[in-house]
């Protein structure tokens, strides 16, 4: 286990940033606090945040910032993110990041680190719009990195392979343009802050972990 570390983990859709913040949970013992996975619990456990979550999600309507934030500062307080944690996929906006930071100084559990995951729009499209999976087994491949033995059949299984509707070139687009207006602001709001690291997200998965255990500073 370090200790201290507090960090934000950025990166578009695709840059593998969930695979890393794995890698430094195995590694170095921190606990990784993903928002989908706070709002999934809270809503399954029911707690009063959840509920009032599950009110806006039913509507099809966005949570709000406050409940959010609220979720990461319950998940915050307890023992196991006293050494430190990771966040991942929070905050999506300035305006998150800096309701983030207000919450963090009141807790005197301020951020020590930002690291931004980046990859060429490029390869972002070929790893999202390459994506094939498996109907039977949820088997994952990819047409341009990791083709099945026989095309559009899962070699576990033999189960048929098929294009998730939101890995198609019109949706995985939209997704990276939605990141980029709303996300990217973050890396001149943490370079400022002087908190940011920046690694390239290309090469091999064991690859990138190093870069990203380098600019971290661990060993």
């Known amino acids: ?39 999934r619990a809270a809503v399954a456990a029911g707690t009063s945040l959840g509920k009032e979550a599950k009110s806006y999600m039913d509507k099809g309507e966005l949570v709000p910032d406050t409940v959010v934030l609220g979720m990461v500062e319950e998940r915050i307080k307890q023992d196991d993110c006293k050494k430190g944690f990771i966040l991942d996929g929070f905050p999506r906006n300035v305006i998150q990041a800096e309701a983030l930071d207000k919450m963090l100084v009141s807790l005197n559990m301020p951020l020590t680190r930002a690291l931004s995951v980046d990859v060429p729009f490029e390869d972002l499209m070929k790893r999202l719009t390459g994506r094939r999976t498996c109907k039977a087994c ?26 998730r509707d939101d890995d198609k070139e019109g949706t995985i687009k939209k997704r990276l343009e939605v990141y980029n207006a709303q996300t990217s602001p973050l890396i001149d709001y943490y370079s400022k802050k002087g908190i940011l690291k920046s690694v390239a997200g290309t090469g091999s998965i064991d690859d990138i972990f190093k870069k990203v255990s380098d600019a971290l500073g661990l060993k």
Do not use: H
């Open 1 to 39: 286990m370090i200790s201290g570390m507090r960090l934000v983990l950025l990166g578009a859709p695709g840059a593998g940033k969930g695979t890393q913040a794995k890698k430094l949970v195995e590694k170095y013992g921190l606990p990784q606090i993903s928002t989908g996975d706070l709002l």
């Open 138 to 163: 949820g088997q994952m491949y990819n047409i341009y990195f990791t083709l099945s033995q026989k095309e559009g059949t899962c070699d576990k299984c033999k189960g048929e392979l098929f294009q």
